[in-house]
């Protein structure tokens, strides 16, 4: 089972480098969450890239219209509940899906996970937004800071933390769970799924914690050690175990 990442910082993949992990998503070969017409010319170099990981059907058009001839990963925001989305995926040149982050565990069985990434760590966009946070909370000001963009906390009336990323590369901001989703204690139902592989989600994380947050999965899932401790405190088990009521 191989073991896949995605980062939205491109120092977050530089810290996974030589840990053997199948594959490292990253900025320079992910498409936006929306992808509007002014992203085209943002979104060309990736065009020379050997994989791009996918996040709407706007940039699948985007590939289909430039002839992309590389392999192209849809991320869960491409939903695919089901054979009939999966095979309207497929027949639109996507080769890899990633399984719906909804799904129990019995549903990911009904389902089948074949050709099919299971996301095992990783903090869940609650909100994609065009509304510039940023701007709004320093002085009406916009610094159009493309490469590394902007960190920001919204915290709720029960004084909760939600981080979120300020991606102005896109001009739109993403707003995360308080806590990441970890499925370290289901591994043995996860290998019993046969997904092609699993996928590590890095958001918020410094290169400290995304590399030792890689290393304990590699651990974890290729040498079955389990009585080591995660290098986090708080995390759910997302719908893996409990179904959407």
Known sequence: MDISAVCEKIEQAAALEDLGLSIVFHPGNT??????????????????EDHVLARSMDGIGFLKSYDYKGTVYADHYLYTYNKASRDLLLSLGISHDTAP??????ELAARGMKDSSLLI?????????????????????CEKNTEKGHDLILKDRMNTDFPVICSCRY?????????????????????????????????????????????????????????????????????FIHKVE
């Open 171 to 239: 001009c739109y901001n993403i707003i995360l769970n308080s806590v990441p989703i970890s499925l370290h204690n289901h591994m043995d139902k996860i290998k019993s799924l046969g997904p092609e592989s699993v996928r590590l989600y890095f958001t918020t994380e410094s290169e400290k914690e995304t590399k030792e947050t890689a290393e304990y999965f590699i651990r974890l899932i290729k040498n079955g050690e389990k009585k080591s401790s995660p290098p986090f405190d708080r995390y759910t088990n997302g719908h």
């Open 121 to 141: 760590y990783g903090r869940a966009p609650m909100m994609i937004s065009a509304g510039c946070l940023y701007r709004n909370t320093e002085n009406d000001r």
């Open 101 to 106: 982050l909804e799904l129990t565990y019995r």
């Open 31 to 48: 498409l936006p969450y929306v992808f509007r017409d002014k992203d085209k010319d943002i979104c060309m170099d990736m065009l020379n």
